[in-house]
């Protein structure tokens, strides 16, 4: 009798034959995982993020909302964006909606929460950019500093994480 195999069997079976994919299985345990995959699953949860983020902050900033409203829905929406990628690719590989909610909120809850920490720390920190305009090149010019220091902070912390078996490191089994 055939039984299917565990996600993280599968993950091995799957990933095992290419090394050089960009989603190659984790190191062994104590190893860690290469700097490479985590900055490619950094920068798949930083898509997400940044959809969420440019929009809050579009938003908020273009209807006027004070800064915690702006940052408060910057946040929710980077969240959305940022599961809404991962449970789309975990949904392709046939995985019931259920099942993927989960795997996205394993896999990017605790990126997603260091991204938002960092770029909304900085968005608040920069003299004036939560109250420059659409128009003002302070507003977009912070946004992206914002961005690309979340995803240069957060990389390690995917990269131990995957090292783990956790965090990004859960979807791989859904390739």
Known sequence: MTHPASPHEHQHEHHGHHQGHPHAPAAPAGAGASWRTAAQATLHCLTGCAIGEVLGMVVGTAAGLHNAATVTVSIALAFVFGYALTVRGVLRAGVPLRQALKVALAADTVSIAVMELIDNTVMVGVPGAMDAG??????????????????????PVNRWMIGRGRGHAVVHAYH
């Not at 090149?137 to 961005?147: C, G, H, M, Y």
């Open 134 to 155: 659409l128009a003002d090149a302070l507003f977009w010019v912070s946004l992206v500093l914002s961005l690309a220091l979340a995803f240069v902070l957060t990389t």
